[in-house]
Nanobody, 125 residues
Framework: VQLQASGGGLVQAGGSLRLSCAAS????????MGWFRQAPGKEREFVAV????????VYGDSVKGRFTIARNDAKNTIYLQMNSLKPEDTAVYYC???????????????????WGQGTQVTVSS
C-alpha cells in the first residue's frame, strides 16, 4: 500500500488549509491513519489519528480544537482540515498508517508501518 499526501502550501496566520492522504488500496494495513509533522531541527510530532472501523479520532494537544479529520471511503482518502493556523504549525506534514489502534502507542511514529512522502505547510505571521 502507498500513501500520497497533498494539499500543503503557504498561508497567513489565522488561515486554513486542507491536507489529503490517499491510500492506493484499502487494506487492514490502513485501518488506522495518522498525521504527523516535523519542523526543521525538531522531532516528528503527533498531530491526529483516525480509526476507520470505529471513526474514533484523537488529536494532539497543540492542534485540538483547530484541526479536524474527515474521511472519504470511496476514495480511500482522509483529510486533515486545519483552521486558525499559527506560525508554529509550519512543518512538513506526513500521513501514516498502521493495522490497529493502540491507546498507548498511537502517537509514536515508530509504530506506523506505512508513510506518505510529506507535504510542506508554511504559515506566515
Amino acid at each position: 500500500v502507498q500513501l500520497q499526501a497533498s494539499g500543503g502550501g503557504l498561508v497567513q496566520a489565522g488561515g486554513s488549509l486542507r491536507l489529503s492522504c490517499a491510500a492506493s488500496a484499502r487494506t487492514v494495513s490502513t485501518s488506522v491513519m495518522g498525521w504527523f509533522r516535523q519542523a526543521p531541527g525538531k522531532e516528528r510530532e503527533f498531530v491526529a489519528v483516525f480509526t476507520r472501523s470505529t471513526g474514533r479520532t484523537v488529536y494532539g494537544d497543540s492542534v485540538k480544537g483547530r484541526f479536524t479529520i474527515a474521511r472519504n471511503d470511496a476514495k480511500n482518502t482522509i483529510y486533515l482540515q486545519m483552521n486558525s493556523l499559527k506560525p508554529e504549525d509550519t512543518a512538513v506534514y506526513y500521513c501514516a498508517a498502521r493495522p490497529y489502534f493502540s491507546s498507548t502507542t498511537y502517537s509514536e511514529p515508530s509504530m506506523y508501518d506505512t508513510w506518505g512522502q510529506g507535504t510542506q505547510v508554511t504559515v506566515s505571521s
